[in-house]
């Protein structure tokens, strides 16, 4: 038992083989076998409005817009050296920008370790109130003599550790 509606023939004019699972192409609108169905298998000539590839660019990720007939890796490498926002040669942002406010300290730190009673920017070292002489400290102990404070069990661990 034959089944004459069933399949269809390629649409390659050399092939014409019958293909019972054919494929349309989306650009052309023609069936095509396994062998042909591709954009370059059947030199479809409408490819150029479907295949459209745009190349982004390795360094700063930008596409970078191909006309018609240019080469992707020239256009790409005339983007890196013209246009591209990324520049190797370029200095670097500075990691460790927060410096120490402690006299004779020149260390750096990643984010700023603000001290909550002087607001002075330290390092992880001189962080600590009784770390950096704080003044502030010192006028707000004076004030409040009579209540305890949490900085005095900070001075009776350091004075253990020394």
């Known amino acids: 038992m034959e089944f004459p509606d069933l399949g269809k023939h ?13 494929l349309k192409c989306d650009a052309c609108n023609q ?17 150029f409005k479907k295949d459209v590839k745009v190349p982004v660019c390795p360094l700063c990720n930008v596409p ?12 790409v490498g005339e983007h890196i ?25 020149k260390k750096k730190e990643m984010v700023p370790l603000a001290c909550a009673q002087c607001q002075g920017s330290f390092c992880i070292q001189h962080r600590h109130p009784l770390d950096h002489s704080c ?3 010192c006028s707000a102990t004076s004030a409040s003599e009579s209540k305890p404070s949490s900085s005095w069990l900070a001075q009776r661990l350091r004075w253990k550790t020394k």
Not at 65 to 73: C, F, M, S, T, Y
């Open 10 to 22: 390629c649409s390659e004019k050399t092939c014409k083989q019958l293909d019972f699972l054919p």
């Open 31 to 47: 069936d095509f076998c396994k062998d042909h169905f591709t954009y370059a298998g059947h030199k479809c000539p409408f490819a």
């Open 64 to 75: 970078i817009p191909v006309k018609r007939g240019e080469i992707p890796d020239v256009v």
């Open 81 to 105: 050296d013209r246009d591209c926002a990324y520049h190797p040669g370029k200095k670097k942002e500075k990691v460790f920008t927060y410096r120490c406010s402690k006299e004779g300290c």
């Open 135 to 137: 003044r502030a400290r």
